[in-house]
């Protein structure tokens, strides 16, 4: 039987903690027989879990046993990784391993290096934070997991789930998964990224920038048609100077500022009104449906419509 360790940190987020328990342990064959057995490991047997206190069952020699472990996510994403805890797992991976993290998890599992040079990713809030602390990571904030083959890392709370899922169809087939989906009340995958989650924020300027006049202006006037030669004659500048002076203080081009401001609008509109999609794409300034619907998914990861039916 396909043995999973779940691995318990102080400060383990609860919810990061009980959903691989509840999916793995859940999971039966076509027979009937369990697929997984599951235990929780800790580097001691007691383990603060926030609002309560955990009692773990095995301790990091079961880690050793294992064929899948789990890192959850916890509370403090900057705690230091213990040593006997980065060993245990770095001498995991050295068998083949294969190495999950939740959420947050990303960042202890990260302190090993064994995900230097691959791709990895984390919940949304805290991806610049890991991409920060790790830069030899490439941490992709808009998805829901990351599979390496033997390293895999999850978005944030709801991705771990999506992780397992497809962790179980890979052990077990399509057929097993869509059944532990169905006890999970979860489609066996969703549509889109974690990038549909992510409220796009307009790009920060520094307080008093020159061009804060022309960003206010630019949000009053997004479903109107505008070139960046507009722009530039609205701020007295040539599109040149414009453009290198926006980069500077907003880390974009005028036109990707804009485009991102419309899609914030967008899903505004889409979350508050009943409006089609296409009079919500042209009271945003996309002068198609087409145009509109291939930005929007583009920034988000899904269509229009599938975004209504989630957060309307």
């Not at 169809?169 to 969703?190: F, H, K, Q, T």
């Not at 006037?221 to 722009?231: C, F, R, T, V, Y």
């Not at 609008?265 to 042209?282: K, N, Y």
Request: net charge neutral; aromatic share 6%; hydrophobic share 40%.
């Amino acid at each position: 039987m396909h043995t999973v360790a779940v691995l318990a940190l102080d400060r383990v987020i609860p919810f990061d903690l009980s959903t691989p328990i509840e999916v793995f342990t859940r999971t039966r064959l076509p027979d009937g027989r369990p697929g997984y057995r599951v235990r929780v490991c800790a580097e001691r047997p007691r383990v603060d879990a926030g609002t309560f206190t955990l009692h773990a069952p095995w301790g990091l020699d079961a880690l050793g046993t294992a064929d899948t472990v789990i890192v959850p996510g916890t509370d403090d994403s900057a705690a230091p990784l213990p040593p006997a805890v980065r060993t245990a797992l770095r001498a995991a991976a050295g068998r083949g391993t294969r190495i999950a993290s939740i959420c947050s998890g990303a960042f202890p599992f990260a302190a090993t290096g064994l995900l230097d040079g691959l791709r990895a990713t984390t919940h949304w809030a805290v991806a610049d934070l890991l991409a920060a602390a790790h830069p030899e990571i490439e941490v992709d904030p808009d998805v829901l997991y990351v599979d390496n083959g033997q390293f895999l890392t999850s978005a944030g709370a709801a991705a771990g789930l999506d992780l397992c899922l497809h962790m179980i169809r890979g052990d077990y087939g399509s057929a097993v998964a869509a059944d532990a989906a169905r006890l999970s009340v979860m489609p066996l995958e969703r549509e889109g990224g974690q990038a549909q989650f992510i409220v796009h924020e307009h790009t920060p300027t520094p307080q008093g920038s020159e061009l804060d006049p022309l960003l206010a202006w630019l949000r009053e006037n997004l479903g109107h048609e505008l070139a960046l030669s507009d722009i530039a004659a609205r701020a007295g500048m040539s599109t040149r100077t414009l453009i290198r002076r926006f980069r500077a203080q907003t880390g974009v081009t005028p036109l990707q500022w804009l485009h991102r401001a419309r899609v914030r609008q967008a899903q505004h509109l889409l979350e508050t009104t009943a409006h089609s999609v296409e009079r919500i794409g042209a009271q945003v300034g996309f002068g198609s449906a087409t145009a509109f619907r291939d930005r929007f998914k583009r920034t988000t990861g899904i269509s229009p419509h599938t975004y209504r039916r989630s957060f309307s």
